[in-house]
Nanobody, 121 residues
């Protein structure tokens, strides 16, 4: 059984920084794309950042230059370094990943439970 568990959320003042982590555990044969999403109250879920197995990354325009996604393949973990945080970054941040959990290497989409990030003075 594959699980994704996020950590690192919390309350931070505007201009501050946080680092989110998302660790995948269980029987894992490979992980391709790893992603961070966020959802604020009353808003649709937004793809914040994505990183593929080669390390290539994509970002939402709203976070470019402030957020950095990275991964540690040995630890099956994806990170999101968030700098210069703004109140509009307040949301539940959820990680997702395409994971092969069986020997046929078929990929399935797995999701974490989310971690709250609140940016407020």
């Amino acid at each position: 059984q594959v699980q994704l568990v996020e950590s690192g959320g919390g309350l931070v003042q505007p201009g501050g920084s946080l680092r989110l982590s998302c660790a995948a555990s269980g029987t894992i044969f490979s992980i391709t794309d790893m992603r961070w999403y966020r959802q604020a109250p009353g808003k649709q879920r937004e793809l914040v950042a994505r990183i593929d197995s080669t390390g290539s990354t994509d970002y939402a325009d709203s976070v470019k230059g402030r957020f950095t996604i990275s991964r540690d393949n040995a630890k099956n973990t994806v990170y999101l370094q968030m700098n210069s945080l703004k109140p509009e970054d307040t949301a539940v941040y959820v990680c997702g990943a395409d994971i092969a959990a069986t020997m046929d290497f078929r990929l399935y989409d797995y999701w974490g439970q989310g971690t709250q990030v609140t940016v407020s003075s």
